[in-house]
C-alpha cells in the first residue's frame, strides 16, 4: 500500500497522456487530408513569425490594454505549468517539493514569480468572463458562437480560475503545515500571495491542513491532464497549433492571389490555340468543394482558429450586416473537418456522405458577400487567411458550379468571346480612335 498512490498517479499519467497523443495524431491526420503545399522556404523569416506572432503575439498590441491581458493568461499558462514538471516527478517518486534542495533560494524566487502569475491570470479570467457574459461584447455575441462555442470559452476561463486558486490554496496550507512542523513539509518560507491566505489556516488541525493540501493538489494535476484532453475538442488547441501555423504562414503579400496554371493555360490556348496539346486531356477541377480540396495549410488554419472574432469585426461585408463571417468560415471548415475525421474514425476510410463543405456549411451568399479585402488575413493574430478558403469555394462555384451572378456571367462572355469585359469584337475596339484622327 506504500506505493499505491505513485501506481494511482502512473496510471492516471499514461492514460492521459495516451489520449492526448492518439487525439493529436488524428487531427495530423485530418489536416493532411488537404491537398499538398510546400512551404518550407525562408526558414529564417518562419521562425522570426513564430517568435514575433506566436511567442511574442504582436498582432495583438494593436490593442495594448486586451494584449497585456491576454500575455498575462498566455505566460500563466506557460510558465506557472513548469511547476508541473515538479508535480509529476513528485508524484511518480512520493517526495514533495523535490526541486526545493536543488534550486535553494532560487526555489523561493520561481514559486513567489509563479504565484504572482498565477493572481494575474485570475483576474484577467474574471475580466475577460466579465466582458464576454456581462457587458456582452459586439464579436461575442454573434450567433456563430451560440451553444459550444461560447460555452467553451466559459468553460476554460473557469477552468483557468480554478487551476490557479488550488495552486495558491495548496501553497498556503502546505506553508501552514510547515509552521505546526509536520516532518513531510520542508520549510519554504512565505510565499508573496499565498502567505495572505496563511492565517485563514491557522486554526486547523494537521489532518485537516494535510486533507486539503493533498487534495488541492490531486484536483490541479488532474485538472491540468483533463484540460490536456479537453484541448483537442476546443478552440484553445490554438495553445499548440498556433506556432505551426505562425511558422508554416505564406510569405507572399497579403494581396497576392495565387492564380491557377490549368486557368492561365486555358486562356493561352484560346489566344493561341497552337500551343494547345494534342490528344485527350485530363478532367480538371477547379477550386474546392470540400476539405480535400483545400491545401492543408487552409485545414491547419482551421483548427488554429482562436474564434476571436477580430476578423469579422474588420470585415466590411460582416459590418454591413451582410450573411459574411471570416470567422465562421473557419469554424464550419474545422467543423466539416471534424465530421470528416469521425466518418474514417467509425469506417476506417471516408465513406461519402452526401455533404460538402460547400453549400452545406458555407453558403453561396456568404462567398458572394466577401469583396477579397484582405481585412481578416492582416487582422489575424495567428496568421490565418479566411480569404483562402473562400477564394477555392468560390472558384469552384464558378468555374465548376456555372454558378455565378447574372452581371458576372456577362462579363464572363465577353472575356471568352471578345478577350475583355466589354461587349466588343476585338476588330472594333480601337474604332473610337478614328473620331479622334478626325478632329485632329
Sequence with gaps: MQFLPQIIFLAFACIAIGLFTKNLIQIRRNIFLGKSEDLSDQPSKRWKNVLLLALGQKKMFKNKLVAIMHLIIYLGFIIINLEVVEIILDGLLGTHRLFLEVLGNYYSFLINFFELLAIGVIVVCIIFFIRRNILKLKRFISKELDGWPRTDANYILIAEIILMSLFLIMNASDRSLQIQGNEHYSNTGNFIISGLL???????????????????????????????????????????????????????????????????????????????????????????????????????????????????????????????????????????????????????????????????????????????????????????????????????????????????????????????????????????????????
Design 198 to 440: 496563511v492565517p485563514i489556516f491557522s486554526d486547523l488541525s494537521i489532518n485537516s491542513l494535510v486533507a486539503i493540501e493533498r487534495t488541492s493538489w490531486w484536483i490541479h494535476i488532474i485538472g491540468i491532464f483533463t484540460f490536456l484532453n479537453y484541448l483537442p475538442y476546443s478552440k484553445h488547441l490554438h495553445i499548440i497549433l498556433a506556432f505551426p501555423n505562425a511558422y508554416f504562414a505564406r510569405l507572399y503579400s497579403n494581396g497576392k492571389m495565387d492564380n491557377m496554371p490549368l486557368v492561365q493555360n486555358e486562356v493561352k490556348y484560346m489566344m493561341e490555340p497552337a500551343l494547345a496539346p494534342s490528344g485527350e486531356s485530363k478532367v480538371m477541377q477547379f477550386g474546392a468543394k470540400d476539405v480535400f480540396d483545400l491545401s492543408w495549410k487552409n485545414l491547419l488554419d482551421a483548427y488554429s482558429c482562436t474564434e476571436c472574432g477580430r476578423c469579422s469585426t474588420v470585415c466590411p461585408a460582416n459590418q454591413t450586416e451582410k450573411l459574411l463571417s471570416p470567422r465562421k468560415i473557419m469554424m464550419d471548415t474545422r467543423d466539416r473537418l471534424q465530421e470528416v475525421g469521425e466518418n474514417i474514425n467509425k469506417n476506417k476510410s471516408f465513406l461519402q456522405d452526401g455533404k460538402t463543405l460547400l453549400q452545406h456549411y458555407i453558403t453561396v451568399e456568404e462567398l458572394r458577400a466577401c469583396t477579397t479585402c484582405n481585412a481578416c488575413v492582416e487582422e489575424c493574430p495567428v496568421s490565418i487567411n479566411p480569404l483562402d478558403i473562400i477564394l477555392e469555394l468560390r472558384r469552384s462555384l464558378i468555374m465548376e458550379d456555372s454558378n455565378a451572378p447574372q452581371e458576372w456571367n456577362s462579363m464572363f462572355s465577353n472575356i471568352e468571346n471578345n478577350f475583355a469585359p466589354w461587349k466588343f469584337s476585338p476588330e472594333d475596339r480601337d474604332k473610337w480612335t478614328e473620331d479622334l484622327n478626325k478632329e485632329s
